[in-house]
Structures are given as C-alpha cells and as structure tokens.
C-alpha cells in the first residue's frame, strides 16, 4: 500500500480512536458517541458521493482528480464508522432483548436498513470485486443513495431537527443540480 | 504534501464537529436560583423504576436520559422547580406528556 494510502487511512481513523479511547477511559458515555459517530458516516458519505458529480460539471482538474482517486476509501470508512455506530449501540443498549425491543421504531429501523444496505457495497469495495463485476459493480455502489437518505431520515426521526440533516443535504444538491444542467447542455448540443 | 495535508486536516476537524444542538424543549422555568439541585431528579428516577444513564441540564429543563425496567431508552424532560415530569421520549417517539403542557 502505498505511503499517501496508509497516512489516509490514519487520518480517517483518528476521530474513531478518540471515541474508542474516550469510552475505555470513561471519559465519554457511549451514548454521547452515538452522535458523533453516526454523524461521521454521513459525512464521509457526503464527501464520497460529492466529487462525481463535481468532476462531471468542472471536467477533471488535480483536485477532483485527487478526490476521485480516494472515493472508494472514503465510502468504506464510512461503512466503518456506520459499524462503529452500531457497536456504540449496541454497548450503550446493554442488553439484546432491549435492542430488539425497539427495532420496530422508525427511528431504529430505517438506521438498521441503512446499515444492510452499505454491507453489499463495502463487501465488494476491492480492486479484485470491481474489476470481476464490472457494470454490476457500480450497480451496487449506487446503494449509497437509498443509504445516505435513509440515515438522514433516522437521524431526524430521532433529533425531530430537520436542519441538521438539511445541511448535509445542501453540498450534494448543489453538486446534483450542477451535473444536471451540464447534462442538460450536452444533450441539447448533441440534439 | 504539506497543503493536501492541512486542507485534510482541516477538513477532518470539520467532520468531526457536531452539527446542531437538539433539544427545544422548554419548560418556563424561570431563575435558576429558585430550581431545585439536579440530584433531586435521582429520587424521581427511582420512583419510575429507571436507571440513570445520564442527567444534565437542557436549555431551562431538567433531562434525563435512562433505562426503564425492562431496559427501555428513555429521554424525559423534568421541571427544574417542581420536578414534575413534562414529557417523555423513546427514540424520538413521544410516548409521555404530563396533562396541560406544551412543550414549545
């Protein structure tokens, strides 16, 4: 793995040291790291899902170019910290019977099914999957979608703030409409 | 290498700042000089049969943040001068309000 990968993946994995550190030290209650965590998955799920359509509208410069190099490391850090939410969870639960007591919740389910969701994705997330899968493999990547708004929609469920997943709805809405209007243009010129 | 690596670091620490606070809950409680100590609200815990995760002060409410007997998440609102319990949530869901009160 190259240098530039592993300092990567160590900064990716700093806020989640921080958090495992603050709950063995006792710093922290587990349940004051479930949001943090949770928050961490969908931003990182913003930032994989931003430089596609960015890269689609401003052509490819060396930052896009960059940015589009490390996607995939991104979306599985995020599956990472999706895990880490979970576990937090599942700490901060104690007990099973009390997990599946309220997995029925919407608040509850929609984080559940967001979590199966990224699992086919993360699963295939390697170099061997992708290039085996082909067409099929960007299929599956396009879980992200149905992922990134049903953790929206769990954590509003929970907070009954709209503002919060809002804001991390705006950079990718922006970028969607960006690459819609350049799509709308190439199709007018081939026309 | 040293840009990418602040404009990373940069961005990181942005990530990892929480987005909003929750909780608009309030309870017209007036000055806090007349509200009774936080503690008071483990008697009530006991009395509901809940286990304190965690009881802090929320906006001009009391909120408690427990498990009921059969290991329940429950985030409930208290007032911090008669102590009376104001509302109840389970994972977002209302599931308690005490007659009359309103809690915007």
């Not at chain 1, 900064?11 to 209650?29: I, Q, V, Y």
């Not at chain 2, 809950?25 to 509200?35: F, L, T, Y």
């Not at chain 2, 998440?73 to 869901?93: D, M, N, S, Y």
Request: charged share 20%.
């Amino acid at each position: 793995m190259p240098l530039r990968r592993i300092l990567l993946w160590l900064l990716l994995a700093c806020p989640a040291a921080l958090m495992l550190e603050g709950m063995a030290s006792g710093r922290d209650l587990p349940m004051d790291l479930l949001h943090p965590s949770g928050e961490m998955a969908v931003r990182l799920m913003v930032l994989a899902l931003l430089p596609g359509p960015l890269a689609e509208y401003f052509g490819t410069n060396a930052l896009l170019l960059g940015w589009l190099s490390i996607r995939r490391n991104l979306g599985v850090a995020a599956f990472g910290y999706a895990l880490l939410h979970m576990m937090i969870y599942l700490v901060d639960m104690g007990m099973l019977s009390a997990v599946l007591e309220e997995f029925a919740l919407p608040a509850i389910w929609t984080g559940w099914l967001a979590l199966a969701l990224m699992l086919p994705p993360a699963l295939i997330s390697f170099d061997r999957a992708m290039r085996r899968l082909g067409r099929r493999w960007a299929q599956v990547q396009r879980f992200v979608y149905p992922v990134f708004l049903l953790s929206l929609l769990h954590w509003m469920l929970l907070d009954w703030a709209w503002q919060p997943a809002l804001l991390h709805l705006l950079p990718l809405l922006v970028a969607w409409s960006l690459r819609g209007a350049h799509r709308d243009r190439l199709q007018r010129k081939l026309v | 290498m040293k840009k990418p690596a602040l404009t990373a670091a940069l961005a990181l620490a942005l990530l990892a700042t929480p987005a909003w606070a929750d909780g608009d809950v309030r309870c017209k409680s007036g000055p806090q000089a007349n509200w009774k100590p936080l503690s008071a609200l483990n008697k009530k815990a006991w009395q509901e049969g809940w286990t304190v995760v965690k009881a802090q002060v929320e906006g001009d409410c009391y909120e408690l943040y427990a498990r009921t007997e059969s290991g329940q998440a429950v985030e409930a609102f208290f007032h911090p001068v008669t102590l009376q319990k104001l509302i109840v949530f389970r994972r977002g869901k209302e599931v308690f309000r005490a007659k009359g009160f309103t809690p915007q």
